[in-house]
């Protein structure tokens, strides 16, 4: 019996450690296998992440590209705008070259107008209804003494040739009221002078007793008859703003 145990002990140890010998010889093919799938998964969120971030990279490219478009279509357009602009303005320049060549040749023919317009002035002055008579002629003079100034434009000077134009154009419509002297008979006599624009230039002694009329054809006063010292009060009253205008019975003398 004893022989049979032992027979059967160490058919039982042998087999145990063939048993123990097959299973090492299998652990290590596992083993390698888990090593190589863990190396495999490393390696792919390695790939996965470089993939990500080569996207990212991709897709702020593709961002600047689009943002490099717009921008250049935008200056395209601006661009287009500035050339626009510069021919145009090119235009002007090229106009105000021509403006100023012919400057020369302007003023060439204003002053000699000028002078005209002055001289022509005086003239109508001259021969107009003699109120402020003075200080028209001054005026003139004013612009002669202007004409000769190197420190005045010309076009300051023509200015002011015009605006003497339109202050003796407004006369034409004034109605004033003003005191002086006549001289009647020899005598100097106080009167009150009125005007109604050019139609009529009258005056009336302070004592209202007698009124006179200019006469612009014979360049004298002439006197009046007494119906007309009512109405020639009434005028200068109403260039005195004394009284509302209206309607009065004058003579008049009609323009040649």
Same mark, same amino acid.
């Given at each position: 019996?004893? #022989?049979?145990?032992?027979?059967?002990?160490?058919?039982?140890?042998?087999?145990?450690?063939?048993?123990?010998?097959?299973?090492?010889? @299998?652990?290590? $093919?596992?083993?390698?296998?888990?090593?190589?799938?863990?190396?495999?998964?490393?390696?792919?969120?390695?790939?996965?992440?470089?993939?990500?971030?080569?996207?990212?990279?991709?897709? =702020?490219?593709?961002?600047?590209?689009?943002?490099?478009?717009? =921008? *250049?279509?935008?200056?395209? #357009?601006?661009?287009?705008?500035?050339?626009?602009?510069?021919?145009?303005?090119?235009?002007? @320049?090229? !106009?105000?070259?021509?403006?100023?060549?012919?400057?020369?040749?302007? +003023?060439?023919?204003?002053? $000699?107008?000028?002078?005209?317009?002055?001289?022509?002035?005086?003239?109508?002055?001259?021969?107009?209804?003699?109120?402020?008579?003075?200080?028209?002629?001054?005026?003139?003079?004013?612009?002669?003494?202007?004409?000769? !100034? *190197? *420190?005045?434009?010309? !076009?300051?000077?023509?200015?002011?040739?015009?605006?003497?134009?339109?202050?003796?154009?407004?006369? !034409?419509?004034?109605?004033?009221?003003?005191?002086?002297?006549?001289?009647?008979?020899?005598?100097?006599?106080?009167?009150?002078?009125?005007?109604?624009?050019?139609?009529?230039?009258?005056?009336?002694?302070?004592?209202?007793?007698?009124?006179?009329?200019?006469?612009?054809?014979?360049?004298?006063?002439? +006197?009046?008859?007494?119906?007309?010292? +009512? $109405?020639?009060?009434? #005028?200068?009253?109403?260039?005195?703003?004394?009284?509302?205008? =209206?309607?009065?019975?004058?003579?008049?003398?009609?323009? =040649?």
């Amino acid at each position: 019996m004893s #022989v049979k145990i032992r027979k059967s002990l160490v058919a039982t140890a042998l087999v145990g450690a063939f048993a123990f010998a097959s299973s090492n010889v @299998i652990a290590d $093919p596992l083993n390698d296998v888990q090593k190589a799938g863990l190396q495999i998964q490393t390696a792919a969120v390695k790939s996965q992440t470089k993939i990500d971030n080569v996207y990212g990279q991709t897709q =702020e490219l593709l961002a600047e590209y689009r943002n490099v478009v717009d =921008e *250049s279509e935008l200056l395209k #357009v601006y661009n287009d705008h500035v050339a626009r602009l510069v021919a145009d303005q090119n235009a002007q @320049i090229e !106009s105000f070259d021509r403006q100023i060549a012919t400057i020369d040749n302007t +003023k060439q023919n204003v002053v $000699p107008l000028m002078y005209r317009m002055i001289d022509t002035l005086e003239q109508f002055i001259k021969a107009d209804v003699p109120f402020n008579s003075d200080n028209r002629l001054a005026r003139v003079e004013r612009l002669r003494e202007t004409m000769v !100034s *190197s *420190s005045v434009t010309t !076009s300051e000077k023509f200015r002011q040739v015009l605006e003497a134009y339109t202050i003796e154009a407004a006369y !034409s419509s004034l109605v004033a009221a003003s005191q002086g002297t006549l001289e009647v008979d020899g005598k100097s006599i106080n009167v009150d002078f009125g005007q109604l624009g050019r139609i009529t230039y009258v005056a009336q002694s302070f004592d209202l007793k007698h009124a006179w009329v200019w006469d612009n054809n014979t360049k004298q006063w002439k +006197k009046l008859g007494d119906e007309y010292l +009512k $109405p020639v009060k009434e #005028v200068i009253r109403m260039a005195r703003k004394q009284a509302t205008l =209206e309607l009065v019975k004058l003579p008049i003398f009609g323009a =040649e």
